[in-house]
């Protein structure tokens, strides 16, 4: 299983993440990122089984400083993409999340 972020700075929320995903026994466990604080991502490994953190400056001092644009997802555009995600996977394999 693959998680995807858009950055880990303190990485408090990737943990959250993983620990909550590690509980359904996972075959392998990767978190993947494409910036992260270093510090962070070398912490990550403790929780999951591999982590790739695209870049890792040591000038790291927040995500946002490395978007061109790091505007904020609206709630109804992740609902939007999540049940458009959910559609796809039951059309090509069976439903994408359980109840």
């Known amino acids: 299983m693959i998680l995807v972020d858009d950055g880990l700075a303190t990485g408090a929320s990737m943990r959250a993440a993983l620990l909550a995903l590690r509980q ?16 962070t991502c070398q912490q990550l490994e403790q929780e999951a089984d591999e982590v790739v953190c695209a870049s890792s400056p040591e000038s ?31 059309a090509t394999r069976g439903p994408l999340l359980e109840a």
């Open 60 to 90: 790291f001092m927040a995500v946002g400083m490395w978007y061109e644009d790091f505007s904020q997802t609206s709630d109804e555009d992740v609902r939007e993409l999540l049940a458009r995600a959910q559609q796809d996977a039951e």
């Open 24 to 39: 359904r026994q996972p075959a392998s466990l990767v978190a993947a990122v494409p910036i992260g604080a270093p510090q």
